[in-house]
């Protein structure tokens, strides 16, 4: 055996060395050929304004077309239900869903390849549209979009609650399909048995934890460490804009990777709040390992007090939940005594692929999806608001809406912007802020990995 | 000359023959399985994220931002924390468990050779579900154990540490050892049994026999198990971290090469700079085999 | 006869260890089935081995069969593992044939090129394979997956079976050429039968390694009907993060382990025979 791995080895280097002093040579030579692509772009490669702006039953319809969905928290019922009725509309079209939990991951080979789907809906982990705007993916809708009506002929703009992000200034590559909001959620029926009274503020909150623990049935507070843009939009993203004031200008200046953000006072004064729960004990020691079910259905167990997580909660444990259990919500726990509230909304878009294959349809699709009728059937069918502007009184939207709702429309509440970073920071933020909740970094080491990786792709962008 | 000829078509013949049998094999062998390592080593030089816009030679500045990334140490110490760990574990148990199998005469040897290998037969994505509970902080089956015997709650989260990557010791040789356990029983059976007789005759304890005897002629078998470990170790680590840890656990902390290369190209897009990894991959473990190969090497002369 | 031992301390820790090591096998097996028979809120009890509750919730099969499409990954699963097996057998056997009986210029070359590439990690190769599989519209598609287990499976298979063809005696060929037979005659007609031990060794050993492979299927496959059954497992595992059904997982994983079992169960001498068979002669 040994002569032969000898032997093997031996031609195993030979090989290596072919390899490596080919691959040098092949360097400069080939460069030419090989840059010719593979899949070549389509010829339509921008949004044409004038046609297909007005509403799309005027349009007939054919070809293929892909839709490509997340499904989570929100379930698929409401997508199932309009793309039935698109289908119906445009008998001719051949729809085909790519759908699911993984659908992320599963599809992103395909958007680096350059034959993606016609139309996305982008949310869930993994899913990143400052990314894909980034990357060139996205159909620029600009100038179509000024113009676009929805199947009952009004502007779509106007259909919005919130407008599009200009990830580009300037720029529509996305629209807001979905309003929901991150936040820290609760068991009011067992804070009513226990008498527990609801933080109002960061002292209150570290008061409660207190007690919490000397109960000691529970652990004070659970979070998905598995997926830790959780604790990151629930907990970390309102405290700094606390911290600042109340100015949510500093969202901003995150988002145009300013340097120096994450190193500012109010960032360091937000990573503290995390310190000190760290310090007390409060965070369930379980929770680094925990995905979002493992953590939600140990909440829901009453093994913790509180979750940081988004309003699609209630919806997606509805069959895990038990009897009597009362949704609580707060937007954030980190204000100073006597501050308002910070709401921080989670927001999911629609898009259409730079490469799609049938833009028309896309547009087409789009403009019926933002309807007054779709907008109802989303808070019914999902259980949560969305993005279109529509009356819910009728509606049998869930408590918990309609409680967020009260936070948003109050005054006492800072509605702040979303975070939308680069997926590189958003990984390394998400592994930096659980280390922070273990204690294996300190906030110094934090901001200092935080302000690396931001110049990392600072360097890169403007190169 | 008719001989002649007939002898040339006959030669004809027989290369026809030989090339019929050889070339389809390596067509394929060559388009799927060669071409991509030197296409893989190829892209390291680049600059390219997958679409074909940008497609640079950069040299070696992959390797060079490789020196600046906090991640690659790690995923390196990480892949050879398996490597050794699961050197010394599957050493250990399975050159215990041969010789038990083999010079002990132990009742029911042929029913738990059977039964050691039952693991080796399993997909690595069973094996890391499986293991996975059991890690599980709050009904997993450890801690479930440790909270009924202690009577406190016990939530540990095995899988959300620092240190996580020693957890997946135990599933890595759990699932593999009965490999290594087989091939240490072969190689101790293929022993002349005079050997022993006549150690025994001297009185030899069966320590002394395992050390004087078994160890040094089955030291073949040992190579083999420690250099089969360190190859599907280093390309394979891939299956269980992802399966168990997701994107590398922890901030990276159970992070291996293979699934960083992965995260950085089917995750980040960036293609050249996962080729990259992909040859980092491959001079380790070439480094490491073959000096693994020289060390125990000397360690057998000084044995015998 | 064998010696006498005493009944020594040492001999009692060998026999517990084994027990406990057989024990720790088993047990896990055992435990899976069981499992797969429970509803969630057993799981949650934190009584990981208490026995399920009656009614036993045999739904969770059918429910993983049907609902999350099992039935059609095993058959995508059967069809790749036999397709490329028979595909591996069939091409590593004409080539070790050549290798093993007849001697010509590189033969040496093409034996340990085929060897060595068992050594190299398949990672290095993973991304720019994805690219190639996808130009020629391999990806998603069983053909690809049948193309690269085929190609993987060769230089192990190659490795055992030119040791196989070598053992033959010279004598055969030269008979069959007097009785006329052409080289493919010979071939498959006696050659081929004679090692037909190797052949099954190899094929079973390579029926293995396709039905458990994970990481070429994850990487060229993500059209969910393509799926194999370890990336469906996986896949299910990571959509637990919606919903919980530890049952359901846990039947999916018998749809994995049980027909490896059974064929571990009926093959048993001749995959650990042929694991060995390479690593021992040496």
């Not at chain 2, 991509?36 to 060079?64: A, R, V």
């Amino acid at each position: 055996m040994s002569r032969l791995f000898r032997k093997t080895m031996t031609w195993g280097s030979v090989l290596l060395m072919l390899t490596l002093v080919l691959s040098a040579c092949g360097g400069s030579k080939e460069k030419g050929s090989e840059s010719s692509p593979a899949a070549s772009p389509k010829a339509s490669e921008s949004a044409k304004p004038s046609e297909s702006a007005s509403a799309p039953e005027d349009v007939k319809l054919t070809g293929d077309f892909e839709i490509q969905y997340f499904v989570g928290g929100y379930g698929d019922a409401w997508w199932k239900e309009v793309i039935g009725e698109f289908q119906q509309l445009h008998p001719d079209l051949k729809i085909k869903e790519s759908a699911g939990p993984k659908i992320n991951d599963q599809m992103k080979p395909r958007w680096i390849q350059g034959s993606p789907p016609d139309f996305v809906y982008i949310d869930g982990a993994g899913s990143n549209t400052r990314q894909m705007v980034t990357d060139d993916q996205l159909l620029d809708i600009t100038d179509w979009f000024k113009t676009a009506q929805n199947s009952d002929g009004k502007l779509l703009s106007d259909m919005l609650i919130a407008q599009p992000e200009e990830y580009q200034a300037g720029k529509v590559h996305a629209v807001p399909l979905v309003f929901g909001s991150w936040g820290t959620f609760y068991d009011k029926a067992l804070f009513k048995d226990k008498g527990w009274e609801a933080p109002k503020d960061f002292e209150s909150f570290l008061a409660l934890g207190d007690k919490i623990k000397a109960d000691g049935q529970m652990s004070v507070y659970i979070h998905t460490g598995v997926y830790p843009y959780y604790i990151n939009g629930g907990l970390l993203d309102p405290a700094i804009v606390a911290m600042n004031g109340y100015d949510t200008s500093i969202v901003k200046k995150i988002n145009s990777l300013e340097a120096g953000v994450w190193s500012s006072e109010p960032v360091k004064k937000a990573l503290d709040k995390i310190v000190q729960m760290r310090d007390k004990g409060f965070f369930d020691k379980g929770s680094p390992a925990l995905n979002h079910t493992d953590s939600q259905s140990q909440w829901l167990q009453h093994k913790a007090a509180f979750i940081p997580n988004g309003l699609w909660v209630e919806s997606e444990m509805a069959n895990d939940t038990p009897a009597g259990f009362d949704f609580g919500f707060l937007p954030s726990i980190t204000q100073d005594n006597g501050g308002k509230y910070v709401a921080n909304p989670y927001v999911a878009t629609v898009a259409i692929a730079k490469k799609a294959k049938n833009p028309d349809a896309a547009k087409a699709f789009l403009q019926f999806l933002y309807t007054e009728a779709h907008g109802k059937s989303w808070a019914e069918l999902s259980k949560a608001p969305s993005n279109i502007k529509a009356d819910l009184e009728a509606t049998n939207a869930p408590a918990l809406t309609k409680e967020a709702s009260r936070f948003y429309n109050s005054d006492s509440t800072v509605v702040s912007p979303e975070v939308v970073i680069p997926e590189e920071l958003v990984t390394e933020r998400n592994n930096a802020t659980l280390a922070l909740t273990k204690g294996d970094i300190t906030p110094e080491e934090w901001i200092d990995r935080m302000e690396k990786a931001t110049e990392k792709i600072r360097s890169k962008e403007n190169k | 000359m008719n001989n002649a000829k007939r002898a040339g078509s006959a030669r004809m013949k027989r290369n026809v023959f030989i090339l019929s049998f050889i070339l389809p094999t390596l067509l394929l062998y060559l388009v799927f399985g060669i071409y991509p390592l030197f296409k893989g080593i190829y892209l390291s030089l680049f600059d390219w994220s997958g679409g074909s816009e940008t497609y640079n030679f950069i040299g070696l500045d992959n390797f060079k931002e490789m020196m600046n990334d906090d991640v690659i140490p790690k995923t390196i110490r990480n892949d050879y924390i398996l490597v050794f760990g699961k050197i010394i574990g599957f050493m250990l148990i399975s050159v215990f468990f041969a010789v038990a199998l083999t010079r002990f005469n132990i009742k029911g040897s042929g029913f738990y050779r059977t039964i050691f290998f039952i693991p080796n037969v399993l997909s690595v994505v069973v094996v890391g579900v499986l293991w996975r509970y059991v890690y599980n902080p709050n009904v997993g089956f450890l801690n479930s154990a440790i909270s009924a015997i202690t009577g406190k709650t016990y939530d540990f989260a095995w899988l959300g540490d620092k240190w996580s990557i020693f957890a997946l010791l135990p599933p890595s040789i759990w699932a593999g050892v009965g490999f290594t356990i087989i091939l240490m029983i072969a190689g101790i059976l293929a022993i002349p049994s005079s050997l022993y007789e006549a150690a025994e005759i001297d009185g030899a304890s069966q320590w002394r026999q395992f050390r004087l005897i078994t160890l040094p002629l089955s030291w073949e078998q040992i190579k083999t198990s420690v250099l089969w470990i360190v190859m599907t170790t280093l390309s394979g680590s891939f299956v269980i971290v992802t399966i168990m840890t997701f994107e590398g656990g922890v901030d990276n902390a159970t992070q291996v090469m293979g699934s960083y290369l992965y995260m950085n190209a089917f995750k980040f897009g960036k293609f050249s700079y996962g080729s990259a990894i992909g040859v980092l991959i491959l001079i380790l473990s070439f480094i490491t085999t073959v000096a693994l190969q020289k060390l125990m090497n000397r360690e057998n002369i000084e044995l015998t | 006869m064998k010696r006498r031992t005493k009944f020594s301390g040492s001999r009692w820790l060998m026999q517990s260890s084994l027990f406990l090591w057989a024990l720790g096998v088993l047990y896990p097996v055992v435990w899976t089935v069981l499992s797969a028979l429970k509803d969630n809120p057993q799981f949650l009890l934190g009584r990981p081995w208490n026995l399920p509750d009656l009614p036993l919730i045999w739904s969770n099969f059918s429910y993983v069969w049907e609902k999350y499409s099992f039935g059609h990954y095993f058959v995508n699963s059967l069809i790749i593992t036999i397709v490329s097996t028979l595909l591996g057998a069939l091409l590593s056997a004409t080539t070790a044939y050549v290798i093993a009986r007849y001697a010509f210029r590189g033969s040496g070359l093409l034996y340990y090129s085929y060897l060595s590439y068992m050594m190299i990690p398949a990672f290095l190769g993973m991304i720019p394979l994805f690219f190639l599989m996808d130009d020629l519209y391999l990806t998603n598609r069983a053909l690809g997956l049948i193309i690269i287990y085929t190609v993987t499976a060769v230089p192990f298979a190659v490795f055992v079976l030119v040791g196989f063809f070598k053992q033959l005696p010279k004598e055969l060929e030269e008979s069959a050429a007097i009785d006329g037979a052409s080289h493919y005659g010979t071939f498959f007609r006696i050659m081929l039968p004679l090692v037909k031990p190797g052949l099954v060794s190899v094929s079973i050993i390579t029926v293995l390694n396709i039905w458990n492979e994970y990481i070429f299927a994850l990487v060229l496959v993500n059209d969910p009907t393509k799926y194999t059954i370890p990336v469906a497992i996986a896949v299910m595992q990571s959509e637990m993060q919606y919903r919980t059904e530890w049952g359901p997982l846990f039947a999916a994983l018998l749809v994995s382990m049980g027909p490896v079992l059974l064929f571990y169960m009926i093959f048993q001498r001749k995959i650990t025979g042929g694991i060995t068979a390479g690593a021992v002669k040496g």
